[in-house]
T-cell receptor, first 114, second 117 residues
Framework: EAEVAQSPRYKITEKSQAVAFWCDPI?????LYWYRQILGQGPELLVQ????????DSQLPKDRFSAERLKGVDSTLKIQPAELGDSAMYLC????????????FGPGTRLLVL | AQKVTQAQTEISVVEKEDVTLDCVYE???????LFWYKQPPSGELVFLIR??????QNEISGRYSWNFQKSTSSFNFTITASQVVDSAVYFC??????????????FGKGITLSVRP
């Protein structure tokens, strides 16, 4: 069964360092999402791609976060510099299309900033 | 703005008991989609069900059943004869169609279900 792949699964870093997360969506899925999940909360959307284009990045802290999906397949989310408050689970999801399509999630990357 | 409320935060039951997880949503749209996801300790969100706003028929899948009531804006989830493997955090989520290209999911805060042997 096709799955969304993410790496690394765990990342510990010190504040002010740069971190990067990678996501490979299910083959054929045009829409890719990055969510952040703070402990005890539901996931919140950071950025949504349709193919290689950003559809929504209104909740992405653009002073320190960046995301790209250059060839419309896999994607990278970067934080530079990391802050203590960035400690969270970062989840990637993909769907065939937008709106009504079901989003399938990867295993996530747990980030701890010290 | 859309909103999902899961008023229950933690539920603990003994194995084989039935348990219902509540979900109440708010939206101004007439067309929307509702979802339930399961998040086991490993962290991955596992898709359970999708329901569109025009389909109020209840659904049963094995030990799982869902009750969608538009009149009360609720989409409740019942696990019959719970098992230890059902222990997880369960999220209800809403996606509005009217937002166009943006199909983000709005999640509730989740319900932690613990099933004791």
């Amino acid at each position: 069964e096709a799955e969304v792949a993410q790496s690394p699964r765990y990342k510990i870093t010190e504040k002010s360092q740069a971190v990067a997360f990678w996501c490979d969506p299910i083959s054929g899925h045009a829409t890719l999402y990055w969510y952040r999940q703070i402990l005890g909360q539901g996931p919140e959307l950071l950025v949504q791609f349709q193919d290689e284009s950003v559809v929504d990045d209104s909740q992405l802290p653009k002073d320190r976060f960046s995301a790209e999906r250059l060839k419309g397949v896999d994607s990278t989310l970067k934080i530079q510099p990391a802050e203590l408050g960035d400690s969270a689970m970062y989840l990637c999801a993909s769907s065939l299309g937008q709106v009504k399509e079901t989003q399938y999630f990867g295993p996530g990357t747990r980030l701890l900033v010290l | 703005a859309q909103k999902v409320t899961q008023a229950q935060t933690e539920i603990s039951v003994v194995e084989k008991e039935d348990v219902t997880l509540d979900c109440v949503y708010e939206t101004r749209d007439t067309t929307y989609y509702l979802f339930w996801y399961k998040q086991p300790p490993s962290g991955e969100l596992v898709f359970l069900i999708r329901r569109n706003s025009f389909d109020e028929q209840n659904e049963i899948s094995g030990r799982y059943s869902w009750n969608f009531q538009k009149s009360t804006s609720s989409f409740n989830f019942t696990i019959t004869a719970s098992q230890v493997v059902d222990s997880a955090v369960y999220f209800c989520a809403l996606s509005e169609v009217a937002t166009g290209a943006n199909s983000k999911l709005t999640f509730g805060k989740g319900i932690t279900l613990s099933v004791r042997p």
